[in-house]
Antibody
Framework: EVQLVQSGTEVKKPGESLKISCKGS????????IAWVRQMPGKGLEWMGI????????RYSPSFQGQVTISADKSTSAAYLQWSSLKASDTAMYYC??????????????WGQGTLVTVSS | SSELTQDPAVSVALGQTVRITCQGD??????ASWYQQKPGQAPVLVIY???NRPSGIPDRFSGSSSGNTASLTITGAQAEDEADYYC???????????FGGGTKLTVL
């Protein structure tokens, strides 16, 4: 059974750093892209970027480039989303999802349960 | 980058058919995928590709596309279908993706 299990709720102060995780199991972790998706309170889904754990090839949405770092550790089948200096506007639910990409399709077939990040002074 | 536009809200009477649409230039080249999200839950893939349903998704969900518009149709809507629905497609940029703004479906 394919599973993506994310790390738990985080409460941080502005300016602090944070790294959240997404651990995959039940499939070949290195052979599928993993995406991070943000959902701000009461808002829609936003694609942040993707990583291919097999070679760490990473792509970022222009909206998130330079704001976050996406990484992966294939030895532990985990993907990560990292901030060096959090802002209140980073308060959101963050989902990881497995991605299928081909010439015609781009879809997220399995999702993590989400990690709630709250940034408040 | 591309944009996908969805109606913010749609309603349907119990047992009737409803169509949720998604418009954008990227849909002329790429298939849309559709996700259902209920309050407090992660999104769930309901339609991908030309008209494919993942295992466990009821066959009352179907997808179609014409020109720059993709549609998700629920034939015989049930109370449990009340949720937010999002579309996404590939963007013209290298391996980038775009989501629609979401449609809140109310089943009356």
């Amino acid at each position: 059974e394919v599973q993506l299990v994310q790390s738990g709720t985080e409460v941080k102060k502005p300016g602090e750093s944070l790294k959240i995780s997404c651990k995959g199991s039940g499939y070949s972790f290195t052979s599928h892209w993993i995406a991070w998706v943000r959902q701000m309170p009461g808002k829609g889904l936003e694609w942040m970027g993707i990583i291919y754990p097999g070679d760490s090839d990473t792509r970022y949405s222009p909206s998130f480039q330079g704001q976050v770092t996406i990484s992966a550790d294939k030895s532990t089948s985990a993907a990560y989303l990292q901030w060096s200096s959090l802002k209140a506007s980073d308060t959101a639910m963050y989902y990881c999802a497995r991605v299928y990409i081909d010439f015609m399709m781009y879809y997220f077939d399995y999702w993590g349960q989400g990690t709630l990040v709250t940034v408040s002074s | 980058s591309s944009e996908l536009t969805q109606d913010p809200a749609v309603s349907v009477a119990l047992g009737q058919t409803v169509r949720i649409t998604c418009q954008g230039d990227s849909l002329r080249s790429y298939y849309a995928s559709w996700y259902q999200q209920k309050p407090g839950q992660a999104p769930v893939l309901v339609i991908y590709g030309k008209n494919n349903r993942p295992s466990g998704i009821p066959d009352r969900f179907s997808g179609s596309s014409s020109g720059n518009t993709a549609s998700l149709t629920i034939t015989g809507a049930q109370a449990e279908d009340e949720a937010d629905y999002y579309c996404n497609s590939r963007d013209s940029s290298d391996n980038h993706c775009v989501f629609g703004g979401g449609t809140k479906l109310t089943v009356l």
